[in-house]
Nanobody, 126 residues
């Protein structure tokens, strides 16, 4: 499975962006899909995850809850991250990830995802 993330850019605080992650090389319907982000000099942090077939549920980091929404379109093999009310502290490279084996309690752990996209830069100016 190959993943490619799109949609990053420069936006003012309070603005919105929608990230897309397109999968190829296989159908990712059964996969848990997630977004992580990494700011300069910091670790890669969990942002959000969405379950695959038969594994429902979405989860969010506390820092983005109520502002970000994750969704997926299995027919397009794509997962989205709608980001509203952006803050300067949201500035980071955003990565999408996929796993067919991660369990619910491990969805926030980056090492549990074997497939990663290349990342897309999101910069929020104050």
């Amino acid at each position: 499975v190959q993943l490619q993330a799109y949609g990053g850019g420069l936006v003012q605080a309070g603005g919105s962006l929608r990230l897309s992650c397109v999968a190829s090389g296989g159908a990712v319907g059964p996969y848990v899909m997630a977004w992580f982000r990494q700011a300069p000099g910091k670790e890669r942090d969990f942002v959000s995850a969405i379950g695959g077939w038969g594994r429902s549920g979405v989860s969010y980091a506390d820092s983005v809850k109520g502002r970000f929404t994750i969704s997926r379109d299995n027919a397009k093999n794509t997962v989205y991250l709608q980001m509203n009310s952006l803050k300067p502290e949201d500035t980071a490279v955003y990565y999408c990830a996929a796993s067919s084996t991660v369990i619910a309690s491990d969805r926030r752990r980056a090492p549990r995802y074997p497939y990663w996209g290349q990342g897309t830069q999101v910069t929020v100016s104050s």
